[in-house]
């Protein structure tokens, strides 16, 4: 379904909410919206430059000699030019690299020198990438004949007309210029770089794709940049002619070809549309509708056409246009619903995206004090919406945020409390849409009002199902809408026409059909056995899915489904729409959406579970909890305002949860999304609340005895909520126990969170990975782990580089913590170059130096100091560049000296097969070594063979060898059999990732069903490589009641050692 046309230009109603807000436009820094489409155009400074100052340059450009065989520039092409305008001059006429260098001399000549360094540093970025557009597009002029001209005149004349009403038209009640608000300044920017060449290239994008929901404005722009093209104001040096394709033109049970599609809109004139199609390059086409659709687009190349003169069904002329197989040159530009872009996407040729993502928070803030006129009734109405994270979001959509603020302000003139009449976000929408139903709807045709209602519903639950949002004669009466029916939603703006004059009809926006839709599994249905439109668990799971990378198409009508199930506002519909309600499926809902005891929230690709929305959105305690209350884990993106509060909400019943992973793309300061400008106050609106709200999650810290696991990644925070965060985790009732850092900010790890460690007593496990931890982070880490009050057993720093004197300073806080048992640190820990000694304390238990840089002077300190190390039980040093000579120390200390150590990792440490007597030697007379991993060393055939000697002997202790990828072929498998054959204690052997070919693996099954000895032989396959740093310290676990075999097994052999043995 496209966007409803709820279209009023601010820049052209004189009573616009804009003229009467007293706020000055907005500065335009590039980076200041996300909806922008600059963020990757090519001279974006140009932007910054006051209109004087354009003007100035402007001038100074008509005076530059443009590249040999191009005209030169002339002023009426540059003088009502806009920025973005300008810049698609220069790249034009002065091609390449040339237009950085006028454009730099330009400013040279203005003293502009930060301009000119701007310049000069894009340019540097851009090569040598920088491509000049084809010389043979720019030259292509479209010469036209006078009665031609004065069809093309004709038509944007028409298009005016059409357009230029756009402010009196609506479809929608009330006073029409309360419908849309945004910057003119900002939407002025929009068009104007919209086509800006794109980096590194230099070059205009031929395929643009504006991206939103519905209602946030994407037929508004498609329509104002036909009314600004038909009045000459829109890149009018190109000399494009435009045309506004609505896809429901080209989805026609008749076939027809795109120049009679072209040729009806200029009145029927076959020659001049012959003549501007063989001038693609002058074409603009703007593709709109495609909610619409109810082709199906060509996936078979072969079936597309590029002759723009042949008839062709519809679905082929859409497919050809959009994968420019047809009219490759032309531009495109395509308005297009976000639930859409991954079945449209695959066929566009190269398209540039930009989202469209409706008001900005200080615009929906600055929409609410203009519609409001009494400023007390403003904040009280601001007050109320941004309480609501959730309702404050939908208002980014226009269409909403008016609806939001008509029903707000409705309550508030009969003087009743705004929190009592919308206990949440749909009671706002049962408000507006009951008043639009019962004055006009009410017993057309004989029928009652609640069997007109109940149809209604039908068809907006039958389209949400198929995920269908535009409805033909055959949905209608499947419904049981008859015609009247019909023109009575029409006639009260519940319903609209897809197309004007044609049968299909859609819901004037798809909040709309979502709540209907809602509406009809809570509507009493006294006639009936069972009372309700019952949900089976298959809808219900439905309703609560989070499908891989997109937004569930249902999420808006289980959103509705749970409000309404709320007790104030099924009330309210029972009042409001005059019809009985049934609470029936809310046990269904209790049944299903409740989870058996230890299992975890639902844990979508990116943001909140749908669940939780869901159960924000009921805002009942009781029910809430039911559903909650045996969740031990939960996995929390929190990216947006409405996020933060709906997880606060929901984590409060949760008294179970035991672990909690968080990513945090957001800070309290900055609540909002991206500004675009300045705001009337220093801070958005709902900042406050954000903080609060935020308190208000971390309060689970405190109050959850069971919580004992937090892991934050992937975050960024500013220092408020890393202070709150802090606060929380210092509190005595907090008994937190593991506090991980994964990728997060360098503000997220601060010295008041590592100040946890004393204040804490539970805490017991620190990990930070890759995060840049400075100085003062650092010394208070060393601080820390030497205060007596710091109980930490395990710390582990994994890829965040820190220099000798902190490394020394460490080294002095281990020895001085006695508590500390487990130490491991990898990738960039130790700085690169450095002869440094490994840190070993004399307490710990549990040492990983991972890819740590050792060098052989390291190797030679770590094994004298194991000399007289009487607790290291487990050792890895796997990815250091060890060698021969730097493991043979180790070998020989624990060949000579007794030692605790059962876990030892060399894997991927450089050694070969010279290094295995030694190693072979040592295994013979150290039976404290229980685990070994010598994976990712070219050991080879004699390595092989040599280790298993030691294997063969009866009172060899080792349990677990590790040889994964150590270039061993077959030639070694007789060795590897009879060490299958005849040792007692090896309970895990890893032979995965080696050549040993068919030939190797049969003798290796024939051994395991040889073998007689206990324990019995299982062959695994090898799973995935990828194995966490502690689980490598810790090695595989053992069943002592088999020996399992990894290898890269196929499954027939697996399944028949399995049945044998």
Known sequence: MGDVDLNSDPCSCPSSPLSRSGVSPPSLEPSSSSTLPFRNGVMLFMLSVSAEQLQRFKELLVEEDPSPGCTPLAWGQLKSARCGEVVHLLTEYFPG?????????????????????????????????????????????????????????????????????????????????????????????LLQCLLLPRKPQGRQPRTVVLQGDAGVGKTTVAKKLMLQWAQDTFYAHKGWLAFYLHCQELDRPEE?????????????????????????????????????????????????????????????????????????????????????????????????????????????????????????????????????????????????CWLVCSCLKRQMERGSGLPRAFPNATAVFVHYLSGLLPTRVRHVGGETHQEQLKHLCSLA??????????????????????????????????????????????????????????????????????????????????????????????????????????????????????????????????????????????????????LLYCLHEIREEAFVGQILHDHRKARLAISKVRDLQVSAFCLKFCPRLQELELAVAWAVAKATSLSPGRLPSPRPEGSDRSSLWWQDFCSVFKTHESLEVLTVKDSAMDMEAVQILAAALRHPHCNLRKLIFKRVGPLVVSEGIIRVLVENQYLRH??????????????????????????????????????????????????????????????????????????????????????????????????????????????????????????????????????????????????????????????????????????????????????????????SGLQVLELEECQFTSVCCPALTSVLLHNRTLRHLDLSGNGVGLRGAKLLQDAALKRVLRPEVVLKKRQSRGVDMMRRLEGPVVNMDVLQVVQDWKDELCDQAAGTV
């Not at 043979?888 to 007597?917: A, D, I, Y």
């Open 97 to 189: 690299r040339r237009a950085w260098e006028v454009a730099r001399d330009i400013f040279a000549k203005m003293n502009q020198t930060e301009l000119c360094l701007q310049t000069q540093r894009e340019l540097n970025e851009m090569l040598p990438n920088l491509e000049p557009e084809a010389s043979s597009l720019r030259r292509r002029v479209l010469t036209l004949e006078e009665d031609e001209s004065d069809k093309i005149r004709e038509y944007k004349a028409r298009v005016m007309s059409e357009q230029s009403t756009l402010c009196d038209r609506t479809s929608w009640p009330g006073n029409n210029v309360d419908f849309f608000y945004q910057e003119p300044c900002r939407e002025d920017t």
């Open 256 to 400: 027809q070809s795109f120049s009679e599609l072209i040729a009806h809109k200029l009145s029927g004139s076959p020659a001049l549309t012959s003549r501007i199609l063989s001038h693609p390059e002058h074409l603009l086409l703007l593709l709109d509708g495609f909610e619409e659709l109810t082709l199906t687009l060509i996936d078979r190349p072969e079936d597309l056409s590029e002759d723009w003169g042949q008839k062709m069904p519809g679905s082929v002329l859409l497919t050809s246009l959009l994968s420019k197989r047809m009219l490759p040159d032309a531009t495109l530009i395509v308005f297009l619903r976000s639930s859409l872009w991954k079945t449209v996407s695959p066929f566009l040729k190269g398209p540039f995206l930009i989202p469209l993502t409706g008001f900005s928070a200080p615009e929906r803030s600055m929409y609410f004090r203009s519609y409001f006129k009494n400023r007390h009734d403003a904040d009280a109405a601001l007050r109320f919406a941004t309480g609501n994270a959730v309702l404050f979001s939908m208002c980014r959509v226009p269409v909403t």
């Open 461 to 610: 639950a039958e389209g949400m199902w198929k995920n269908q949002w535009v409805f033909g004669e055959t949905d209608l009466s499947l419904a049981r809408l008859d015609e009247r029916d019909v023109e009575a939603f029409l006639g009260v703006r519940v319903l609209r026409r897809a197309v004007a004059g044609g049968d299909l009809v859609a819901f004037t926006h798809p909040s709309f059909q979502e709540f209907f839709a809602a509406l009809l599994f809570v509507l009493c249905f006294p006639q009936r056995l069972r009372n309700f439109q019952a949900l089976d668990r298959f809808r219900i799971l439905q309703l609560l899915a989070h499908p891989e990378r997109r937004r569930n198409h249902l999420a808006g009508m289980a959103l509705f489904l749970f409000g309404l199930l709320n007790d104030t506002c099924a009330l309210a519909v029972e009042q409001l729409f005059g019809c009985k309600v049934s609470l029936g499926n809310k046990r269904k809902l209790l049944k299903v959406a409740t989870l058996p005891p230890d299992g975890d929230l639902p844990t979508p690709q990116h943001g909140l579970p749908q």
């Open 766 to 955: 620190l990990e930070i990975r890759d995060t840049e931890m400075g100085p003062r982070v650092m010394d208070a880490l060393c601080n820390t782990l030497r205060h007596p009050r710091c109980f930490l057993q395990c710390l582990r720093l994994e890829g965040c580089p820190f220099n000798p004197t902190n490394r020394a300073d460490l080294t002095r806080s281990l020895k001085r913590n006695i508590h500390l048992k487990t130490l491991m640190l990898r990738r960039g820990s130790l700085e690169r170059g450095e002869q440094c000694p490994p840190v070993l304390a004399p307490q710990l238990e549990r040492l990983s130096l991972e890819s740590c840089d050792l060098t052989l002077l390291s190797c030679g300190s770590l094994a004298f100091s194991l000399v007289s190390n009487q607790s290291l039980t487990h050792l890895s040093l796997a990815e250091n560049a060890l060698q021969d000579d730097g493991v043979k120390q180790l070998w020989n200390v624990l060949r000579h000296f007794p030692s605790p150590l059962q876990r030892l990792v060399l894997r991927n440490c450089g050694l070969t097969s010279e290094c295995c007597q030694d190693i072979a030697s040592a295994l013979g007379k150290n039976k404290n070594l229980r685990s070994l991993d010598l994976g990712c060393n070219s050991l080879r055939d004699n390595g092989v063979a040599l280790l298993c000697q030691p294997l063969l002997n009866p009172d």
